[in-house]
């Protein structure tokens, strides 16, 4: 089992060599990160991933944004299925050759097409969500509710300070910069899927409204307000297909 190294972080940063499948826009994003305890995510994880730390600590990510313009490469969005939102929870990982990625314990979205894809096609937790969400003056006020649970999530941010890439190396890129997402089969066979943008240009992030409660809904139960708060206008995203981690 290998650490990965900072070349590791920069060569997954890379476009890949084969074509995409598919390209969105992530926009409007927020990055809320609790400190977590690194035994408790590793017992969560798949065979196969190791938790991924900073200066020896994990980490877990609540992330709502929005979804815009979905779609296969070499077909235009659909106004009624290309727009959705999303908020996930997710911690960070490698597999056994120091590849970083992302893992998700839970996506929650509001477009019942892009979950059941998600869930067929990627793999992926997404649940059924009521959501809903609104841009005014630089302020974004977001609220998800889970399918089956009487618990509704608010967030509201705004950004704050200069906006920048985040030096390599940095807490920051650790949490923002992530191109590769692993999750398994139900079989238990481990998969793994490319992304790739542009770098984040993020800011500290004034967050007067957070919640934990997508993180409880995944098992765990964060104490106190984040201890990193960073927010994003977004980038374009290109998507790569799925495939076995070796």
């Known amino acids: 089992m290998r650490t990965p190294t900072l070349e590791d972080r920069l060569a997954a ?3 890949p060599s084969a074509g995409p499948v598919g390209r969105q826009r992530w926009s409007d994003l927020l990055f809320l990160h609790w400190q977590v305890d690194a035994a408790a995510v590793q017992a969560r994880l798949p065979v196969g991933l190791t938790v991924d730390l900073h200066e020896g600590k994990a980490w877990l990510g609540i992330v709502p944004f929005f979804m815009e313009r979905i779609r296969p490469v070499y ?11 999303e908020l996930n929870v997710r911690t960070y990982v490698h597999d056994q050759h ?4 992302v893992y998700f314990f839970s996506l929650d979205c509001d477009q019942p097409v892009a979950v059941r894809l998600a869930q067929r096609f990627f793999h992926l937790p997404y649940f059924d969500a009521k959501m809903r969400a609104m841009r005014k ?14 618990t509704d999530a608010h967030y509201e941010w705004r950004s704050t300070g200069p906006v920048h890439e985040a030096a390599p190396g940095s807490l920051e ?3 923002v910069e992530r191109y590769a997402l692993f999750t398994a089969k139900p079989d238990g066979t ?46 374009d995203v290109s998507v790569f297909a799925v495939t076995a981690v070796a």
């Open 98 to 101: 120091g590849n970083p990625g």
């Open 75 to 85: 077909l235009p969005p659909l106004p009624w299925i290309s727009w959705f939102l």
């Open 13 to 15: 940063a890379r476009h």
């Open 173 to 175: 890129s650790f949490l």
């Open 190 to 235: 481990l998969v793994t899927g490319r992304v790739h943008h542009t770098p984040y240009r993020i800011a500290e992030a004034e967050v007067p409204q957070w919640s934990t409660h997508p993180a409880q809904l995944a098992g765990f139960y964060l104490q106190g307000p984040p201890q990193s708060s960073l927010a994003s206008k977004g980038v």
């Open 137 to 150: 003056g630089g302020h974004v006020q977001y609220h998800s509710r889970r399918h089956g649970d009487a």
